[in-house]
């Protein structure tokens, strides 16, 4: 009896002695490529978990006195302060019309000439035309803010100067002028990002087999039936994924547009501002911690589900272009 | 067997207008960047030069000095980035495409959740200052564009797992070779056009950056090119108030022309050489896209 408690036992201690010995050796097998991944996960670590805890700021009063760790906590103080305010109603607002006719008009548009690019018969210059339509993507908005500068500008400006003196028009004052910036805004997005969708939807359509439009065409199919009935179809898994994605992300503008493009200017505000440019904002000139971290993670949080209902829609569609 | 096509001229002539419509913005800045600044007062900015002039130029050069200070920012902070980005990338991906490395699903996961969750601006901004005080340094600069998030190394990982045959690595492991050696001698050769394709967009990444100079950096002789092209937008009389140039000035500088030459020098170098790169350029955005 005791003694098979005892051989019970001892069997115990090898099988632990055995697996964690098995763990030793494993680990020893694969140190290198452990250590191989220090550098990544250390920045990883820094840049982006880090902040993830930061997030706490959002329920301190930040004193840099005391230190962000040693600030008072003051639950939702700062949130309530946000949402008591209009400014959180405009900048959700701004940003949820803003990406969502975004996504629409970057859709629509880049299919219309993605097949458009697909019916050049000549590669060189089909090659050529994506080149040129690509080149806004590549250029920093710091650029765009050139050019529409350029446009805009109220004392030298071609609109003002040259394209509006010849329809007898008056100058505007584009700068301050509030009611002129949502199509301003969405005909510079449209300008510097249909190019890369456009690029992704190309990319789909010429993996079609060509033997369905030579059918098609046999058939008597006009080439508008061929496009609605064919191409269409046949890229709507790679569209469908491609405005889920960005219906993921319509929580986070593309800062630089709203902030560069507009020139930061003060009356444009309630027509420019965005989540992001406000976090901005309250951190870097008003200094405003509070605030801003609140509606910083305001962002993220809603950004998190959002991210999580989009990826559950597409994966339901279709398991392989889930994200995850 | 020919399909019908649409018709040529008509297809050709709306790709003329798309063209124009993106190219006639950087007409406009480069004709009015050499045209006469009393011309651009009394006309505007436009399309023709009525009255042609080098004179903003003729400034620019005068303030080489800041010219050129940005440049060599601008072009450290790409050089360094886009290397230690790709090596900290292909360093962390390698381990992760392997498929009997132990707790690889926790470690995958640790990457991948950088990408559906971030802490946002303030906290990265307080951590990036307060804790590791980079504000006014180089590596401000460089730091936050490395990886930014785990996107790339899922990309190179999924390249490495799906391309890299494993009978190979295990067979070389037989031979005595050591991870590390596998790992410079024969995944990093083989895996040159995902490592090219991801360089490229690290390039091109760091080059455009405002971002983090816009919160980084106060000081005007850490600014890159963007961030001086950025301050110019905003105040035209950037330059001459930092006295970043060189002393002896034009008393009434054409600033009107500077801005838009300024825009000129500052994209000139990407226009250069965007036809030789824009193939790769496009394979990158579409490997991001569908996705690994």
């Known amino acids: 009896m005791e003694q098979a408690e005892r051989m019970a036992q001892a069997k115990r201690h090898t099988a632990q002695a055995t697996r964690s010995s098995i763990f030793f050796k494993k680990l020893r097998r694969y140190r290198a490529l452990f250590i191989m991944m220090i550098p990544g996960f250390l920045y990883l670590i820094i840049n982006n978990y880090l902040p993830m805890f930061g997030v706490m700021i959002a329920f301190k009063d930040i004193n840099y006195a005391k230190g962000i760790l040693g600030s008072d906590w003051i639950g939702f103080k700062n949130f309530e302060y946000l949402f008591m305010t209009t400014d959180a109603y405009i900048i959700t607002r701004n940003t949820i019309l803003y990406n969502g006719s975004f996504i629409i008009l970057n859709t629509v548009f880049a299919i219309a000439v993605a097949i458009l690019l697909s019916e050049v018969r000549r590669k060189l210059a089909a090659r050529f035309y994506q080149s040129i339509i690509l080149l806004p993507y590549l250029i920093s908005m710091v650029i765009v803010g050139y050019l529409v500068l350029s446009m805009l500008s109220v004392e030298s400006g071609y609109l003002n100067l040259n394209l509006l003196p010849m329809f007898g028009m008056e100058p505007i004052s584009w700068y301050f002028e509030p009611k002129y910036w949502p199509y301003i805004l969405t005909i510079v997005q449209l300008w ?99 605030m801003s971290s609140a509606a910083g993670l305001y962002q993220s949080l809603v950004g998190f589900v959002l991210v999580l209902l989009s990826n559950y829609i597409v994966s339901r569609r279709n398991k392989e272009n889930a994200l995850f | 067997m020919k399909t019908n096509d649409m018709n040529q001229p008509v ?21 009015s960047s050499i045209t006469e600044e009393s011309a651009i007062v009394k006309n505007g900015y ?36 886009t290397f230690v980005g790709l090596l900290i990338s292909a360093l962390l991906a390698y381990p992760l495409s392997r498929r009997d ?173 965007y036809p030789f790169f824009q193939k790769y350029f496009v394979k990158g955005l579409t490997i991001g896209a569908v996705k690994g």
């Open chain 1, 192 to 290: 510097k990002a249909t190019g890369y969708l456009c690029v992704i939807f190309l990319a789909a359509i010429i993996g079609i087999d060509h033997e369905y439009y030579e059918a098609a065409t046999i058939d008597g199919a006009s080439k508008w039936q061929q496009i609605r009935t064919i191409t269409v179809p046949l890229i709507a898994p790679t569209i469908t994924i491609m405005t889920l994605l960005a219906i993921g992300r319509i929580f986070y503008s593309d800062f630089g547009l709203f902030y560069q493009v507009p020139l930061n200017s003060g009356p444009l505000q309630p027509v420019t501002d965005v989540i992001d440019t406000y976090v901005y904002r309250g951190l870097m000139t008003l200094g405003d911690i509070g």
């Open chain 2, 11 to 31: 297809v050709h002539a709306i790709f003329i207008i798309l063209v124009a419509l993106c190219l006639f913005p950087f007409v406009l800045l480069f004709m």
């Open chain 2, 46 to 81: 436009s399309f023709w030069p009525s009255e042609f002039s080098l004179e903003a130029y003729k400034y620019l050069w005068m303030q080489k000095s800041a010219m050129f200070n940005a440049y060599g920012i601008t072009i450290v902070i790409t050089i360094v980035g």
């Open chain 2, 101 to 273: 490395l132990p707790i690889k699903g926790i470690l995958s996961f640790l990457v991948f959740f950088t990408l559906l969750f971030n802490g946002g601006l303030v906290p990265t901004y307080l951590i990036y200052t307060e804790v590791f005080h980079l504000k006014n340094t180089l590596m401000a600069l460089i730091l936050p564009g490395l990886l930014t998030n785990g996107f790339f190394i899922l990309l190179i990982r999924t390249f490495f797992a799906n391309s890299i045959p494993v009978q190979i690595i295990e067979s070389a492991y037989m031979d005595g070779a050591s991870e590390f050696k596998i790992f410079y001698r024969m995944i990093l050769p083989l895996s040159l056009p995902i490592l090219a394709t991801i360089g490229l967009m690290l390039t091109i990444n760091y080059w455009n950056d405002w971002f983090n100079g816009l919160i980084y950096v106060t000081e005007p002789q850490l600014f890159s090119i963007q961030n001086l092209l950025n301050r110019m937008l905003v105040n035209i009389q950037f330059l001459q108030q930092n006295n970043l140039g060189n002393q002896q000035m034009a008393v009434n500088p054409p600033m009107n022309s500077v801005r838009m030459a300024m825009a000129v020098v500052g994209i000139l170098p990407l226009l250069l050489i």
